[in-house]
């Protein structure tokens, strides 16, 4: 009998503590800058002011932001950076038309215990080193909150600076 009390302890025990849990969400976000492929640069359709514009002069920028949690996150609350606004923020850098084409798309709802967010954009690198496509996204950021089990407000702010990875493959 004593085994059995001790056994039905232990696992009341282990009930608790996986109750008490607090499990943080797992947020995987990938912003990577490569070359455009032959077939990519074939579709750029690359002839508005530039003088014979190659290969070269253009990459692509993939984003793709991925989160999942159990149901103790609660009053998630994503506030995604607004890439309708690229043309402005790769235009200023210079002037000069860098923003060619792109576009995404997301899934993000309330009752569901994740959020996926994807954007592919072709910009004109011609000129511009690393750094430069860094600054471009210095004040650039997304803010990630929610409500934990112990109703406590967390938050995650990244930038997207910070986040950027320069690839040599396509």
């Known amino acids: 009998m004593k085994k059995l009390s001790l056994i039905f302890a232990v696992l009341v025990c282990l009930v608790l503590l996986t109750a008490c849990n607090d499990q943080v969400p797992l947020i995987e976000i990938e912003a990577k800058v490569s070359p455009v492929s032959d077939e990519e640069y074939r579709k750029i359709g690359a002839t508005e002011d530039l003088i014979e514009p190659k290969q070269e002069d253009f990459k692509i920028f993939e984003f793709n932001f991925n989160m999942e949690h159990t149901d103790s996150v609660k009053e998630r609350k994503i506030k995604m950076y607004k890439f309708e606004n690229l043309p402005q923020v790769l235009n200023g850098i210079d002037d000069i038309t860098r923003y060619w084409n792109g576009g995404g ?33 210095n004040n650039e950021k997304i803010t990630v909150s929610w409500i934990n089990n112990k109703n406590e407000q967390v938050e995650k702010e990244y930038n997207i600076s910070n986040l950027i990875e320069f690839s040599s493959n396509n």
Do not use: M, P
Request: glycine share 4%; proline share 0%; net charge negative.
């Open 105 to 137: 798309y997301s899934q993000d709802n309330e009752s569901e215990d994740f959020a996926t967010y994807h954007y592919e954009f072709v910009f004109y690198t011609k000129g511009l080193n690393d750094d430069d496509i860094r600054k471009a996204f």
